[in-house]
């Protein structure tokens, strides 16, 4: 089964940052989607940010100005910069991926994607 690593996860105080990292290094098509999603408690899983394999990005509207995805394409290693953090982005970060030749398409639905990482939690703290 192929799964991808996040790390980076932890607990800050509002207004602060953190930095997550995701190794998606088990997807081997030169095409692909990259994301990250995040499900609090009692909630859905939403999707956050993504990127494609030519570095294409797509955000969730409480996301813009905050939050920053980024990718390493030599490392297949995916980022996610989190700044101005508020108590309500307390949940499970997850990254996803999807390869194939209509990936870029992909948007943040988290059912478009069909590769998952473990997760990692993140405390925001007022």
């Known amino acids: 089964q192929l799964q991808l690593v996040e790390s980076g996860g932890g607990s800050v105080q509002a207004g602060g940052s953190l930095r997550l990292s995701c190794d998606y290094s088990v997807i081997t098509y030169f095409r692909y989607s990259v994301g990250w999603f995040r499900q609090a408690p009692g909630k859905e899983r939403e999707g956050v940010g993504k990127?494609?394999?030519?570095?294409?990005?797509k955000y969730a509207d409480f996301g813009k100005g905050r939050f920053t995805v980024s990718r390493d394409h030599a490392k297949k290693t995916l980022y996610l910069q989190m700044n101005s953090l508020l108590p309500e982005d307390t949940a499970v970060y997850y990254c996803?991926?999807?390869?194939?030749?209509?990936?870029?398409?992909?948007?943040?639905?988290?059912?478009?994607?069909?590769?998952w990482g473990q997760g990692t939690q993140v405390t925001v703290s007022s």
């Open positions: 990127i494609d394999d030519i570095g294409v990005t």
């Open positions: 996803a991926a999807v390869h194939g030749s209509w990936s870029r398409s992909m948007g943040l639905a988290p059912n478009e994607y069909n590769y």
